[in-house]
């Protein structure tokens, strides 16, 4: 599925990714922990094509396809998608018209018909209902008003809607109480599926008791420092990342 | 200083201008090096409007010609739409006055038409009697070389309600002026505005609220977009006299500039001499969030998409407050026209 290698990347002229590397196979789950600053949300930007993450080394590729070399929006259509840490509020754009605009560009994109109305409604109802969304809410603007907790909901509801094939969750957890956190992770592990792999962002380990991962990689000054099975995200909790930034 | 005396005195020097304070930014008399001719009577067909289909009457006013009174008498209730259309390249003038008795209810909606480099001005008097509800809205889709200026004085009286959306493309130079006497006393007025401009098209849209008496509601939201060397002119002013207590008036403006040359001159202006008023004005200009750009684009937008996405729906919160539905969705499918090129 997605094979990183040797990644260089350079924000506003300063080298934050140092030579990363990182293998996920379909069906598998990797989580990235890491220190502040080591690099994490640069990575979800370097694979998702946002402006101004310049890769100077190294590749990317999504089942054998160069990933670098697509524009988001192909990236997009291709499966890839990110679960943002900060999810944007987009006025005067109703929640269904921005997921419906963006389903029938993905499915063109790809070659398929754009999705009936009532299929698209039907769809949205089912998933709002799985995330404990109320369906008016999906009328409002996106985003806009929505506590924290809101905004990490209607980003699974998103990518339940999209069905993407590589997910990438950015600190899905932060901003989430407890009974919010079990439900953003029951969306997340519905999407579990042996043509599926995920990678999944985060600082503390608390979100991996409810998203269990296969492999655990530390991320610090830029490269994977370590990688072990779920028990290295307990022995981070434990131990921090102090050493490992030593190392880096 | 205005057309109206320039064409009477067939001298330039009357048209208004930089020295005029209200007009530096849309400045006819060093544009304009001579007078064109007067414009002749126009017979042939002038096709349909943007309007036609929404109205119980329809009125054309063609090259400053055909300019008959509205009168909406007590408690009756119309809908009608006036062209104000310009054929040629002359000069031409022309007034039209609106009445409304108390409790009448009106529709306008109103477009200016031109076809080539015609210089013109539009002079409405709309008069509202107690209690009585105007809906204005306003198409100016001008031709890119035409200099068309409208200015409506509008007087409301107690209770009554004036809501207005003017919409504009821009011409070589376009103003749209609104001036409200607000009596207070419950009548509620709204004025919005969009302008969509591109190439060198300019848009003014200029307006002075004047509240004379208490507890008068005043909202006014205005957007624009501008693109290629295109430039976009706002000047609001909202005047509130010596007694006009509890006067709640709130004006935005904000414009999204799509290219480097592109200009936008804006001009909020509160003046207030009363106590216990509300008043507050917001004004931004700046770029597409490009944050939310990317945004858009990873969830599979394609970059032109995403921009008119939320392009469409940054204009779309004016838009949105139009009362009338059917002149809703005429004004949304123009503005979409526009931004998705």
Redesign the interface.
């Known amino acids: 599925m997605l094979k990183v290698e040797n990644l260089h990347a350079v924000v506003d002229g300063k080298e934050i990714l140092k030579g990363l590397s990182l293998e996920i196979p379909a069906g598998q789950v990797h989580a990235i922990m890491g220190p502040n600053g080591a690099g994490k949300s640069t990575l979800s930007y370097v694979l ?4 101004g993450y310049e890769v100077i080394e190294g590749s990317a590729t999504l089942d054998g396809e160069d990933l670098l070399a697509l ?3 192909v ?3 291709r499966g890839v ?2 679960s ?1 840490q900060y ?7 109703p929640a269904l018209t ?2 419906r ?3 029938n ?2 499915r063109r ?1 790809r070659g398929e018909d754009e999705v009936s109305a009532p299929a698209f409604l039907k769809l949205a109802r089912e998933k709002a209902a799985a995330l404990k969304i109320d369906f008016e809410m999906l009328k409002r ?1 996106l985003n806009v008003g929505f506590s924290g907790g809101e905004k990490k909901r209607m980003e699974i509801l ?1 990518m339940a809607m ?1 069905s993407p094939r590589f997910l990438i969750l950015d600190e899905t957890d932060s901003g989430l109480d407890i009974d919010a956190l079990r439900i953003v992770a029951d969306g997340v592990n519905a999407l579990r599926s042996p043509d599926r792999a995920m990678l999944v962002i985060t600082h503390y380990q608390r979100l991996l008791d409810y998203i269990k991962p296969d492999r655990v990689h530390v991320l610090a000054g830029g490269r994977i420092v370590a990688s072990g099975g779920p028990e290295l995200a307990h022995e981070l909790e434990r131990g921090g990342y102090e050493r490992y930034e030593q190392a880096a | 200083m205005s057309i109206a005396t320039a064409i009477r005195d067939r001298d330039v020097a009357e048209l208004p201008g930089r020295r005029d304070e209200d007009w530096r930014w849309t400045d006819l008399r060093g544009l304009i090096r001579k007078l064109p001719p007067p414009s002749e009577p126009f017979t042939a067909g002038v096709g349909d409007g943007p309007f036609d289909a929404l109205a119980a009457e329809r009125r054309v006013v063609v090259n400053g010609r055909g300019a008959e009174p509205i009168e909406v008498p007590r408690d009756a209730s119309s809908i009608v739409a006036v062209r104000f259309v310009s054929r040629g390249a002359g000069v031409h003038i022309a007034r039209l006055n609106i009445f409304l008795g108390a409790n009448a209810r009106l529709v306008l909606l109103e477009s200016y038409e031109s076809n080539g480099a015609s210089l013109s001005e539009a002079a409405l008097n709309i008069t509202l009697g107690a209690g009585a509800v105007v809906e204005r809205v306003v198409l100016a889709q001008d031709h890119a070389e035409a200099v068309s200026v409208s200015q409506a004085d509008v007087t409301l009286a107690s209770r009554a309600t004036f809501g207005q959306t003017t919409v504009a493309s821009g011409a070589r130079r376009q103003r749209l002026e609104t001036r409200v006497l607000h009596p207070g006393g419950q009548a509620s007025l709204r004025l919005d505005g969009v302008y969509l401009l591109a190439d060198k098209r300019h848009s003014d849209q200029t307006t002075v609220v004047t509240h004379a008496g208490t507890d008068g509601v005043t909202a006014q939201l205005t957007k624009g977009v501008v693109r290629d060397q295109a430039r976009g002119v706002f000047q609001g002013r909202i005047v509130v006299e010596e007694g006009a207590d509890r006067t709640d008036a709130r004006m935005g403006h904000h414009a999204l500039i799509l290219s480097d040359r592109a200009e936008v001159d804006a001009k909020p202006e509160l003046e207030i001499f009363a106590d216990e008023v509300a008043c507050a004005h917001g004004n931004t200009v700046g770029a597409l ?4 750009l ?10 032109d ?2 921009r008119a ?2 392009t ?3 204009i ?2 004016v838009v949105d407050r139009i009362d009338h539905a059917g002149a809703r969705e005429v004004v949304r499918a123009w503005v979409a026209e526009r931004l998705r090129g």
């Open positions: 998702t094509g946002r402006d524009a988001p929006d990236r997009a259509a998608f990110l943002f999810p944007l509020e987009i006025p005067g754009v921005f997921i605009t963006a389903l560009a993905q994109a603007a998103q999209l | 969030d490009e944050d939310a990317f945004y858009a684009r990873q969830r599979g937008m394609p970059e998409d995403a996405l939320l469409e729906a940054f779309g919160e």
